[in-house]
C-alpha cells in the first residue's frame, strides 16, 4: 500500500483519489456529529471516544506498522498538543451552545484559515473564483449557524461565550489540518503517523473525563457510553484518516473545503434518519455550501 500510494502522488489519479477521501471523510464527520446528538455532556462522550480508538490503535501501532523515527516523536508531540485544546475548545462550546449553532461555526471557520496557511506552509495557490467559492462556502456555513441561532433562543451572555468558543475551535482545526497534513507528509509511511497519532491522541482526554465522571453525583451509566464510544471511534478512524490521506495526496486547502461539506450532509440525515425539518431557507443555505465546494474543486 505504501509503494502504491507513493507511486501515484503527483498524477490525475492521486487528484481523483483525494477527493473521493475528502468527501468519505465529510459524510463520516456528519455521522460523528449524529452520534454526539443527545449526549449529555461532550466531555464524558469524547473521553469515551478517544479512549476507545486508542486502544484499538495499540495493537496496530506496535505490531503492523513500522516505529517512528527521529522527529516523528517530536511531530506526533505537537499534534497530541494541538488537538488537545481542540477537544477542550470544542467541549467549553457544546457547554455553552446548541450542537445546531456551534457545529456551523467551527465548520465554516476551517476553510478559510485552512486555504490561507497552506498557501504559507506548503505554497498551495487559488484563483480568484476558488477564492471565491470559499467564501461562499463558509459563507453559507455560517448563514445557516444564524438561522439556528434564531430559533435556539439561548440568552445573549450565553451565545457570546458559545460563538467565542466555536470561533477559536474552528482556528484549531485549521490548525490541526495545516499541521497533521505536515506529519503525514513527513512520514514515508502514512499508516505509520496515522497509528501512532490515535495512540498519542487518546492519552490525555479520557484522564480529564474521568476526573469529571468521579466529581458527578449522578454519574450515567458506563455500558452505553463506552458502546457510543467505540462506535465513535472507528467512525473518526475513517473520518479523520480520510482527510489525512486526501492532504497527503493532493493540496491541504482542497481536502479542507471539501471535508467541510459534513454540513451538507448532517443536513441530509438530520432530515432522512433524525426526523428534523429542514425548510427552503435551510434547504437553499445547505445548496449555497455545496455550490462553494464545487467552485473550490473545479474553479
Do not use: C
Amino acid at each position: 500500500m505504501e509503494a502504491w500510494i507513493a507511486g501515484i502522488e503527483g498524477t490525475e489519479a492521486a487528484r481523483h483519489l483525494a477527493m473521493a477521501l475528502a468527501l468519505l471523510a465529510a459524510v463520516t464527520h456528519a455521522i460523528f456529529g449524529a452520534l454526539q446528538k443527545g449526549w449529555h455532556d461532550p466531555w464524558l462522550s469524547r473521553g469515551a471516544i478517544d479512549f476507545s480508538y486508542a486502544v484499538m490503535a495499540l495493537p496496530v501501532a506496535l505490531f503492523l506498522v513500522p516505529w517512528p523515527e527521529g522527529r516523528m516523536w517530536l511531530i506526533l508531540a505537537g499534534a497530541m498538543a494541538i488537538h488537545l485544546a481542540y477537544k477542550y475548545a470544542q467541549a467549553r462550546a457544546y457547554e455553552r451552545g446548541d450542537f445546531t449553532v456551534v457545529y456551523p461555526i467551527v465548520r465554516g471557520m476551517g476553510p478559510l484559515v485552512t486555504v490561507a496557511a497552506a498557501g504559507v506552509v506548503f505554497d498551495e495557490t487559488y484563483s480568484a473564483l476558488q477564492w471565491a467559492g470559499v467564501l461562499l462556502l463558509s459563507g453559507g456555513i455560517f448563514s445557516l449557524s444564524a438561522f439556528n441561532i434564531a430559533g435556539a433562543g439561548i440568552g445573549r451572555r450565553r451565545l457570546v461565550g458559545a460563538l467565542g468558543w466555536a470561533a477559536l475551535t474552528g482556528i484549531l482545526v485549521s490548525a490541526y489540518t495545516t499541521y497533521d497534513a505536515y506529519g503525514i507528509r513527513a512520514t514515508p509511511n502514512p499508516f505509520t503517523f496515522l497509528a501512532w497519532f490515535f495512540v498519542a491522541d487518546g492519552l490525555i482526554f479520557p484522564l480529564l473525563a474521568a476526573g469529571r465522571y468521579a466529581r458527578m453525583l449522578d454519574p450515567p451509566a458506563l455500558g452505553p457510553l463506552f458502546r457510543r464510544g467505540i462506535i465513535g471511534g472507528l467512525v473518526a478512524y475513517v473520518s479523520f484518516g480520510s482527510v489525512m490521506m486526501a492532504t497527503r495526496l493532493d493540496r491541504v486547502g482542497e481536502a479542507a473545503v471539501l471535508r467541510e461539506t459534513s454540513v451538507v450532509f448532517a443536513a441530509l440525515i438530520g432530515w432522512l434518519f433524525l426526523g428534523e425539518k429542514v425548510g427552503p431557507w435551510r434547504a437553499a443555505l445547505v445548496t449555497v455550501i455545496a455550490g462553494g465546494a464545487v467552485i473550490v474543486e473545479f474553479g
